[in-house]
């Protein structure tokens, strides 16, 4: 059985930083592609980023670029996302979810079929 489980939410003020955690349990961890989405109040869940098992493939929203960092450590079945400079508008709850074998599509929420419960980020101006 797959679990997803994010912590690391939290308040903070803008221009902070915050790491947000998604530890995996179940088996093959590294073989699969995991990712951040979130979703701010009266919107739709949104990419945040993704990451492959080994790494060597990352994407990044627009929203997000050179602000944000998705990093794992697949001996610890955990995949981070690092916050940096942090905006009002990253205000949402953050989800971690494991993308489907064989999908295409990394920035689709269809393409994943194990989400967690979600963490909240909050960003005070």
């Known amino acids: 059985q797959v679990q997803l489980r994010e912590s690391g939410g939290g308040l903070v003020q803008a221009g902070d930083s915050l790491k947000l955690s998604c530890a995996h349990s179940?088996?093959?961890?590294?073989?699969?592609?995991m990712a951040w989405f979130r979703q701010a109040p009266g919107k739709e869940r949104a990419f945040v980023a993704a990451?492959?098992?080994?790494?060597?493939?990352?994407h990044y929203a627009d929203s997000v670029k050179g602000r944000f960092t998705i990093f794992r450590d697949n001996s610890k079945n955990t995949v981070y996302l690092q916050m940096n400079s942090l905006k009002p508008e990253d205000t949402a709850v953050y989800y971690c979810?494991?993308?489907?074998?064989?999908?295409?599509?990394?920035?689709?929420?269809?393409?994943?079929?194990?989400w967690g419960q979600g963490t909240q980020v909050t960003v005070s101006s």
């Open positions: 990451i492959t098992g080994t790494g060597d493939t990352i």
């Open positions: 979810a494991r993308r489907r074998t064989g999908s295409y599509y990394y920035h689709l929420e269809k393409e994943y079929n194990y």
């Open positions: 179940g088996r093959g961890f590294y073989d699969y592609t």
